[in-house]
């Protein structure tokens, strides 16, 4: 008879709770008035605060952007991972239609593209340093298709014409372009490229406690907590087997926020559980992904 050494397994994962969201996106910038511009002027954000020479920007108060220099770094290469986009989600249609015309107007070229994706309806645009950013409003959720299947509980999404022209013709009123910095708006996603979708659901799903809710060809994984579409998402479209990312410009930290700091202490004891590096001062939670995309959990 052997002994064996006997590896500790949870019998169910735990999850994120149902009202975890994402807060400010930290980009790291070589120019920041010139982004500063962009983020103001084509998106109508405004200053919240201003540290260390950078510039937190957002709707009200509430900071959705934070532009913080990194003059001596470079641009990364498109195969690596890092951010694929910043996704800004809007109360109604007409203060989407107004801000993807404002940014239209500030810069033709920076437009990507638009679709339907059957859960919401987006708009895509790259900032001036090549950040992805994705402008959206999201349709009632009752109207959302789930289906129970083998992976789990999925969404049904898809990528379907979204014409710009008409949709502004449709929903862009003169109250919302006069408006359009008072309209609400929040980080309701934020999407990252990865080396490998399995090793990404491991991370993520595993790991932190969010749920699966779609996939796509084994190209790309959306995932969320509470039920919505999703929160975070990876691909491989760009970027199939880019190992950790160096020190770039662009994605410098994603904010997740969770309702208390009892929260944040089970998900430390998580990533203790997987041997994930962290650093836990009580109310936040500081650790890197496989790739070094930089991730803070912190108490709302």
């Known amino acids: 008879m052997t002994n064996e050494r006997s590896t500790p397994v949870r019998e169910k994962q735990v999850l994120l709770p149902a009202d975890t969201a994402m807060g400010t996106v930290m980009l790291k910038v070589g120019n920041v008035e010139a982004m500063a511009s962009y983020y103001r002027t084509a998106l109508g954000l405004t200053e919240t605060a201003?540290?260390?020479?950078?510039?937190?920007?957002?709707?009200?108060?509430?900071?959705?952007i934070h532009l913080a220099p990194a003059g001596a770094l470079t641009l990364p290469a498109r195969t690596?991972?890092?951010?694929?986009?910043t996704a800004l989600v809007f109360d109604d249609q007409a203060a989407l239609a107004a801000t993807v015309a404002s940014a239209a107007e500030y810069d033709a070229g920076a437009y990507v593209g638009s679709a339907d994706h059957l859960v919401s309806e987006a708009?895509?645009?790259?900032?001036?340093?090549?950040?992805?950013?994705?402008?959206?409003?999201?349709?009632?959720?009752?109207?959302?298709?789930?289906?129970?299947?083998?992976?789990?509980?999925?969404?049904?999404?898809?990528?379907?014409?979204?014409?710009?022209?008409?949709?502004?013709?449709?929903?862009?009123?003169?109250e919302s372009v006069r408006d359009?910095?008072?309209?609400?708006?929040?980080?309701?996603?934020?999407?990252?490229?990865?080396?490998?979708?399995?090793?990404?659901?491991?991370?993520?799903?595993?790991?932190?406690?969010f749920e699966r809710t779609a996939g796509w060809h084994g190209q790309a994984l959306f995932v969320s907590a509470g039920g919505?579409?999703?929160?975070?998402?990876?691909?491989?479209w760009n970027s199939r087997g880019a190992g950790p990312r160096k020190d770039t410009l662009g994605l410098g930290e994603v904010l997740i926020r969770v309702p208390a700091a009892d929260e944040v202490?089970?998900?430390?004891?998580?990533?203790?559980?997987?041997?994930?590096?962290?650093?836990?001062?009580?109310?936040?939670?500081?650790?890197?992904?496989?790739?070094n995309n930089k991730i803070r959990v912190s108490a709302a």
């Open 50 to 64: 201003e540290a260390d020479g950078g510039l937190y920007l957002g709707r009200g108060t509430v900071p959705l």
């Open 80 to 85: 690596e991972a890092g951010l694929f986009h």
């Open 123 to 174: 708009f895509y645009f790259t900032d001036p340093e090549g950040n992805g950013i994705e402008l959206y409003f999201d349709k009632p959720r009752e109207t959302w298709d789930w289906i129970d299947t083998n992976a789990g509980r999925t969404v049904t999404m898809d990528n379907l014409a979204l014409p710009p022209r008409q949709y502004l013709e449709t929903h862009l009123t003169s």
């Open 180 to 209: 359009q910095q008072a309209a609400a708006a929040a980080v309701g996603h934020v999407h990252l490229q990865v080396g490998d979708v399995d090793t990404a659901g491991e991370f993520y799903v595993d790991t932190l406690g």
């Open 228 to 236: 919505y579409h999703h929160h975070m998402a990876m691909n491989v």
């Open 265 to 291: 202490g089970a998900l430390a004891e998580r990533l203790k559980f997987a041997a994930v590096t962290h650093h836990h001062t009580g109310l936040e939670l500081l650790f890197n992904d496989p790739w």
